[in-house]
């Protein structure tokens, strides 16, 4: 069974649509992330929820809104897509927010702004 | 705040050699760090992480990493590479945001490993 899901695997779109990732997870987790790795590898957070509460934000435009409907589900939304908005998403998820604990990745949701 | 230097981008290795992955860390707080690997076209998986206790660590696969807080260096190593080690190697160092830990990752070194 899948721990870390995420749909879809590949989108291409075109500049100004909005789209959305989906991530689900079913390790029973109660902290989810999303980061953005881009075209040189470098992998950044964006988003931290625990138990569906927003906790960490990291200066991510506006154009970015995270929900989450339920502990298990994180989903991404972006407006107005941009050309810079081109990365791999990677959700991921966590047993309690301590400093010490794993984070299981999902596969990645390889975003194509044209 | 805290950051992350892995000091080589790409490192190549003969099947069976071994080898070393750098990673030196900045941190004026308790130092957690970790060593991710993805697999192309994968997601990011634990390979072992440094918490407290003992400085030389092991985790999957057959590798290792030594924390060494004078020289401010958690390397990676493994004492013989396979095919299927071939894979980006990602250095984290963690701290807590609001609760949250908050994952800051180095710039990756890709390993590639030649028959």
């Known amino acids: 069974d899948t721990a870390v899901s995420q749909t879809p695997k590949y989108l291409v779109t075109q500049m100004g649509n909005d789209k959305s990732i989906k991530c689900e997870q079913n390790?029973?987790?109660?902290?989810m992330y999303w980061y953005k790795q881009d075209s040189k590898k470098f992998l950044k957070i964006m988003f931290s929820?625990?138990?569906?509460?927003?906790?960490i934000n990291e200066t991510v435009p506006n154009r970015f809104s995270p929900k989450s409907p339920d502990k298990a589900h994180l989903n991404l939304h972006i407006n107005s897509l941009e050309l810079g908005d081109s990365a791999v998403y990677f959700c991921?998820?966590?047993?309690?927010?301590?400093?010490?604990?794993?984070?299981?990745f999902g596969p990645g949701t390889r975003l194509t702004v044209t | 705040a805290q950051s992350v230097t892995q000091l080589d981008s790409q490192v190549p290795v003969f099947e069976e050699a071994p080898v070393e992955l750098r990673c030196n860390y900045s941190s004026s707080v308790s130092v957690y760090l970790f060593w991710y690997v993805q697999y192309p076209n994968q997601g990011l998986q634990l390979l072992l992480k440094y918490l407290s206790g003992s400085t030389l660590v092991k985790g999957i696969n057959g590798f290792e990493a030594e924390f060494n807080k004078s020289q401010t260096s958690f390397h990676l190593r493994k004492p013989s590479v396979h095919i299927s080690d071939t894979a980006e190697y990602f250095c984290a160092v963690s701290e807590v945001i609001q609760g949250a830990q908050k994952l800051v990752f180095g710039q990756g070194t890709r390993l590639t490993i030649n028959p």
């Open positions: 991921a998820s966590s047993q309690g927010a301590g400093p010490g604990g794993e984070q299981y």
């Open positions: 929820y625990n138990n569906k509460e927003l906790i």
């Open positions: 390790l029973g987790h109660d902290t």
